[in-house]
């Protein structure tokens, strides 16, 4: 009996956890089905634009990459991003968004068609390009985290120096919930000071 309850609510777990990746990776697939054409006549209009070239999986894999280091970026850094979003965003949506089999076959069809430096660039400036978006993400959303952490810590340190806490403990309408919020500010102001 425990046994079963046991089993049954671990294929629960695993049965949610892949409800999120389905999910996640369904609009992730869609979403790339409905960039791919405006990508693609968007590039085909630039100058000098070069027919037959995967712009479309290049642009997707490039803002992919750049998304998914923002997202890892901000767990990293503290922002309070749960395991399910982070299983739903990364592992679903941007997996299906960002496919290396379309990556590859995008430098195939180039290869085939006789076209070796394209290929090359295109290989190298999307793992590169990759890497550096990623990077550039993790390292954005670690600068916007830690900003607003210094901007809260700054905002609840003006409130105490300008006794606001005084002022509102001696009101007579603070309730007791408002006065242990207080306390806990003060608390976690004294707390980083120290």
């Not at 990508?39 to 998914?68: E, Q, R």
């Not at 399910?84 to 290869?111: H, I, K, W």
């Not at 609840?156 to 006794?163: Q, V």
């Amino acid at each position: 009996m425990l046994i079963d309850r046991f089993a049954s609510k671990g294929l629960m777990f695993v049965t949610r956890k892949l409800l999120l990746v389905l999910a996640g990776g369904f609009c992730g697939a869609a979403l790339r089905y409905l960039l791919a054409h405006p990508l693609l006549a968007l590039a085909a209009a630039l100058p000098g634009a070069h027919t037959g070239f995967p712009y479309d999986t290049l642009l997707i894999n490039l803002s992919g990459a750049f998304v998914i280091g923002l997202l890892f970026g901000a767990f990293e850094h503290g922002a309070p991003i749960s395991p399910d979003v982070r299983l739903t965003l990364g592992t679903g949506f941007l997996g299906a968004y960002t496919t290396f089999s379309s990556f590859m076959v995008g430098a195939a069809t180039l290869l085939r068609h006789g076209q070796s430096p394209a290929a090359l660039l295109y290989l190298v400036g999307a793992m590169a390009g990759g890497v550096a978006l990623a990077f550039a993400g993790f390292t954005l959303a670690g600068a916007i985290i830690e900003r607003r952490r210094v901007a809260r810590l700054a905002a609840s340190e003006r409130f105490l120096m300008d006794g606001g806490w005084e002022d509102a403990l001696s009101a007579p309408a603070v309730s007791d919930g408002a006065e242990r919020m207080l306390d806990e500010r003060l608390a976690d102001v004294e707390g980083r000071a120290r």
